[in-house]
Nanobody, 117 residues
């Protein structure tokens, strides 16, 4: 079965950086699109960044120029590099894997990112 394990969250001061990782197992990673989402308290989950199987990326307007999504197919891992963090980036961050062939989605357990101002 498909499993996703996120890591890299934590507490950081405003202006700082963090890198999130999402390791996938149980599927052919190179055939999957990956995405990072976040959910702040009292708010709906929102898409932060996504990357296709061929490396095309898409970002929410709120993180453009600050966050970078990438993938390493040899390591079955997707990354989210977050720079110039702001207090409004505080949320639980989730990675999502979409198996393109089956059009089904899998979610990680989430990792907390807290940015102190």
């Amino acid at each position: 079965q498909v499993q996703l394990v996120e890591s890299g969250g934590g507490l950081v001061q405003a202006g700082g950086s963090l890198r999130l990782s999402c390791v996938a197992s149980g599927t052919i990673f190179s055939s999957a699109a990956m995405g990072w989402y976040r959910q702040a308290p009292g708010k709906q989950r929102e898409m932060v960044a996504s990357i296709t199987t061929i490396g095309s990326t898409n970002y929410a307007d709120s993180v453009k120029g600050r966050f970078t999504i990438s993938r390493d197919n040899a390591k079955n891992t997707a990354y989210l590099q977050m720079n110039s963090l702001k207090s409004e980036d505080t949320a639980v961050y989730y990675c999502k894997l979409r198996r393109v062939l089956y059009a089904d989605d899998y979610w990680g357990q989430g990792t907390q990112v807290t940015v102190s101002s």
